[in-house]
């Protein structure tokens, strides 16, 4: 037995590490980054929510905004700390609360230092857009960064600035092109070079000019502009830091920061449902296999039964459940289905799935399904008929024009396929963000940007909160900003902000 009971001591998560990682390798065959395991108090995981799950990050006032908001909901009983938090870095950081008993101690090993390790490791997504060796070296540099900048220009200035730049983080990634790897020689030879520059062009004289009164030329070549400017562009953060007139270069380098911060996140919600249906059923694998070998007695398989139950429980819409699945209840129960599907097809699953039912290679292709999908896609290809009858789902069509719902998708084979199709869409991450893109700036002349929302009819932004972040553009941008949102299919105007 590696333990009895329910307390455990850093002799007991050494033993129960070096067999769940015996299974994982050799059973599982999973590879990861190395691990790096930390044992943290309820305090110190308020500390990890506040900073999105990073072990160090630049001050901002939002950290401590966040940190009291969720220490008074947790002292209230409102809401429950997770058991681990798990960080896409190599080597790969868990953090495991130490009020967890021995059994989940062993649970989370598994579920975070393996399922996600391995998740993050092999996933194109995360491969292709983050760079796991460099993401801590580079929070570190951020973070001095920031501190000096708040030094010598001030801590309101530079709030000012991330401010502005934490409300346009979410259009501030490329969502088309694979992420450059991260330089942290470079990103430091940048800084170095900025402020070299900053202190040779400085002049206090220059303070007193008049401000330059720019008026639009009769036949100015804005096109040429917006060609050289490379518009339109998706990255307005990008194009700031690049082309806003009234920037100075401390500036810029901050906005890059949080550029790039907000392009390592960007991976995550695409694959939510995957990466926590991957951690569940190898935590579930492994804490069984541990069973299996008499090295876990039965209260702790039954403990570890009674926490993943709990875990993936899906409440219906009316019970709490809200309007999304719970990930790792969909994402549980469609590995446990592809496992099934590759092991004891029946001929349903034969017609549905010829590529691998029945290869009685469950391992392998749960690493194909790992490695190569997103949530949209992993959906539309491995959703089967019967997981949609375990969850009794169906499709609504809400006609407005109709007084009433009508239920267009069944359990039938036409229905099965509706069904995948709208389950998958809701994942579609080209239907979840916003099309927002710079269209215009002309900086020979008004200087004024202009950007496009491409949507259609109803989904259109809430104004409240579309004039308030164009106020944080307009602050970064330093001149007048118009937005227009235009129907995507017909191109007519649906409504328009502009900000002096």
């Known amino acids: ?3 009895t009971g329910t307390d455990w001591t850093f002799s007991t998560l050494r033993d129960c590490y070096g067999e769940i990682d015996r299974i994982a390798s050799e059973e599982l065959k999973l590879d990861t980054y190395p691990n790096r395991i930390e044992i943290i108090t309820s305090e110190q995981m308020l500390d990890v929510y ?3 799950g990073m072990p160090i990050s630049y001050p901002h006032w939002s950290a401590g905004k966040r940190f009291v908001s969720h ?3 947790y002292k209230r009983g409102l809401m429950g700390l997770a058991y681990e938090v798990v960080i896409n870095s190599s080597p790969c950081i868990s953090y495991l609360m130490e009020e967890n008993t021995a059994t ?6 598994a579920h975070a230092a393996f399922g996600h390790n391995h998740f993050f490791k092999n996933n194109r997504l995360f491969r292709e857009w983050t760079d796991s060796t460099q993401i801590l070296d580079y929070l570190e540099f951020a973070r001095g960064y920031v501190a000096r900048c708040e030094e010598k220009y001030g801590v309101r200035a530079v709030e000012r600035i991330l401010d502005a730049a934490h409300a346009l983080q979410s259009q ?3 969502r088309h092109t694979g992420s450059k790897r991260l330089d942290l020689r470079h990103e430091q030879e940048r800084a170095r070079e900025r402020r070299a520059y900053e202190d040779e062009n400085f002049n206090d004289l220059w303070r007193t000019l008049p401000e330059a009164q720019h008026q639009a030329k009769p036949g100015s070549e804005t096109d040429d502009q917006g060609a050289s400017l490379g518009l339109p562009e998706e990255n307005i953060l990008y194009f700031l830091e690049k082309h806003a007139p009234r920037l100075a270069n401390w500036e810029r380098e901050i906005i890059r920061i949080v550029r790039l ?4 996140f960007y991976p ?3 694959a939510k449902l995957m990466n926590e249906g991957c951690a569940t059923w190898v935590h579930n694998f ?3 296999r541990l069973h299996d070998k008499k090295l876990i007695d039965d209260a702790a398989i039954l403990e570890v039964i009674h926490s993943t139950s709990n875990v993936i429980t899906q409440r219906g819409f009316d019970e709490g459940g809200g309007p999304s699945f719970n990930p790792y209840a969909l994402g549980f129960a469609m590995m446990t289905d592809i496992a099934r599907v590759c092991t004891e097809p029946t001929e349903e699953d034969k017609r549905w799935f010829p590529g691998h039912a029945g290869n009685q290679d469950p391992i392998g292709t749960l690493h194909h399904a790992w490695a190569e999908y997103r949530d949209e896609s992993f959906v539309q290809q491995f959703l089967s008929p019967k997981v949609i009858r375990d969850f009794r789902l169906f499709r609504l069509e809400d006609d407005l024009s109709q007084p009433y719902l009508l239920v267009d998708a069944i359990h039938d084979d036409p229905g099965y396929r509706d069904i995948r199709r709208s389950v998958a869409a809701s994942y579609d991450p080209g239907l979840l963000a916003e099309e927002i893109e710079i269209v215009g700036a002309d900086l020979t002349g008004d200087r004024i940007l202009r950007l496009e929302h491409r949507t259609r009819p109803g989904k259109l932004l809430q104004p409240t909160d579309a004039r308030l972040t164009l106020e944080h553009l307009g602050a970064l941008w330093g001149y007048g900003v118009i937005l227009k949102e235009v129907d995507s299919q017909t191109g007519a105007e649906l409504g328009s902000y502009a900000l002096a």
Request: aromatic letters at 8%; glycine letters at 4%; a negative charge.
């Open 1 to 3: 037995m590696l333990y």
């Open 104 to 109: 989940m101690q062993a649970l989370v090993i």
């Open 268 to 270: 995550q919600p695409q």
């Open 261 to 264: 911060i907000a392009q390592y």
């Open 71 to 73: 220490e008074n909901a």
């Open 50 to 52: 506040t900073s999105h």
């Open 286 to 288: 492994i804490m069984h």
């Open 172 to 174: 501030g990634v490329d």
